[in-house]
Each structure stands twice: as C-alpha cells, then as structure tokens.
C-alpha cells in the first residue's frame, strides 16, 4: 500500500539558511507524490508535484524537490528561507487505482524560520 | 471566485452535543471531500463525493458521524454526540472535473473543540 513518512514533526532553520524537509514513500507501484504547504489559518496548497516525468521538480515560492528511487525519497528542499515560509509542509502519495484515488498524507512538518 | 468556504470557522461544543459542519464548494467543481486534521493522526480522508453521490466513506470514524450532499453547492458533515475525541481541524476541499486527485482546493477549516 502506497504511504509517506517525513521525518522530523519541526525544523527550524535561520533566515537565508538552506531548507530541507525530509520525506519517504513506500510504494509497490511507480508512485505519484506531491508536497503541500499550510499556512497558519489557512487550507492546503498544492507546492509541487511528481508525476514519473523528470525527477528534479519545481514548485512555487522557490521550491524544488527530487525524486530518488534508490532512496525511496521525495525531499523538498529551498536554498533560502524566507520568514513567509514558516508554515506546516505535507508530503502525500495517491493511493488507489484509476477508479478511485485519494490523498494519503504525512503527519507533516512544521516549517520555523528565525530572524 | 470566493473560493471553498467553510462555516462556522470555530466551535467549541460540550460532550454530547450535536455539531453540523457545513461546505459550500467551488462554483463548477463536482468531486467534494472532507478531511480531519489532529496531531496525533494527521491528515485523514474521511469521506468523497463525486456528482453529490459518496463515493468512499471508509474513514468515517464511526456511526456518529454523518454526511450529506444535497446539492451541488452544499454539504455537512454532522457529528452526533460529539465526544472530545472528536475535536479536531475539519476541512473540506473540492475539484474540477477532469482534474486529477491532487488539483483539490482547501477551505480554511473549521476548528472543532469538544469538552
């Protein structure tokens, strides 16, 4: 069955610090995995997403993140961090078939940015 | 577009009591899902329509909760009795048809507190 873990429920880095938030699928088909990002009071927005196209992708605000099959990971990464990026990041995997799919999602990361 | 809107935004609510959620989704889009958000869990799908019709119910935690669509631009997710175990973020999220599972748009949530 399709799921992701991310580890690490905080990270807190400095303002212009590199960003990097780890996530880990497992899968027993060539998965499709998204990152989400939450801002506080807000819903999910959709940052990124890999669909088996090219495994280095790029989302918004900065954002990238690499597919590593070797690794089983999707981490999200941003060479500089900016203060409006402290939010809530959710990686997630569709789980189901062409019938029906849904969203499984991590526990999340909450994403701190200091001055 | 006002975009997906959820109402009340927060409720706090004693043990016992009854509690009606409510969803009016983006004008246009046919597929609806509800999910819950606590720490302890993450973020769960606890049910999907697509047309009005459920479609997947499977996390819906128990007899006392509740959905319905009565119209395209409606929905509820009723919690009778509602316990403490229940308080969590509920969201609501809708999509376009033809898009795929991860083109949802979130509404901010309703912040349930039961005591």
């Known amino acids: 069955a399709q799921s992701v873990t991310q580890l690490g429920s905080h990270v807190s880095v400095s303002e212009g610090a590199l960003v990097l938030l780890r996530c880990n699928y497992s899968?027993?088909?060539?998965?499709?995995l998204f990152w989400y990002v939450q801002y506080p009071n807000q819903g999910l927005q959709l940052l990124l997403k890999y669909t088996s196209a090219a495994t280095l992708v790029k989302g918004i605000n900065g954002f990238e993140a690499e597919f590593k099959k070797s690794e089983t990971s999707f981490h999200l990464t941003k060479p500089s961090a900016h203060m409006s990026d402290a939010a809530e990041y959710f990686c997630?995997?569709?789980?189901?078939?062409?019938?029906?799919?849904?969203?499984?999602f991590g526990t999340g990361t909450r994403l701190l940015v200091s001055p | 577009d006002a975009g997906v809107i959820q109402s009340p935004r927060h409720e706090v609510t004693e043990m016992g009591q009854e509690v009606t959620l409510r969803c009016k989704p983006i004008s246009g889009h046919n597929s609806l899902f509800w999910y819950r958000q606590t720490m302890m869990r993450g973020l769960e799908l606890l049910i999907y329509?697509?047309?009005?019709?459920?479609?997947?119910d499977s996390g819906m935690p128990e007899d006392r909760f509740s959905a319905k669509m009565p119209n395209a631009s409606f929905s509820t997710l009723k919690i009778q009795p509602s316990e403490p175990r229940d308080s969590a973020v509920y969201f609501c999220a809708s999509r376009e048809p033809g898009l795929g599972i991860d083109e949802q748009f979130f509404g901010p949530g309703t912040r349930l507190t039961v005591l």
């Open positions: 899968s027993s088909v060539p998965p499709y």
């Open positions: 329509f697509n047309n009005n019709v459920p479609i997947d």
């Open positions: 997630a995997v569709i789980k189901g078939n062409t019938g029906f799919q849904k969203l499984v």
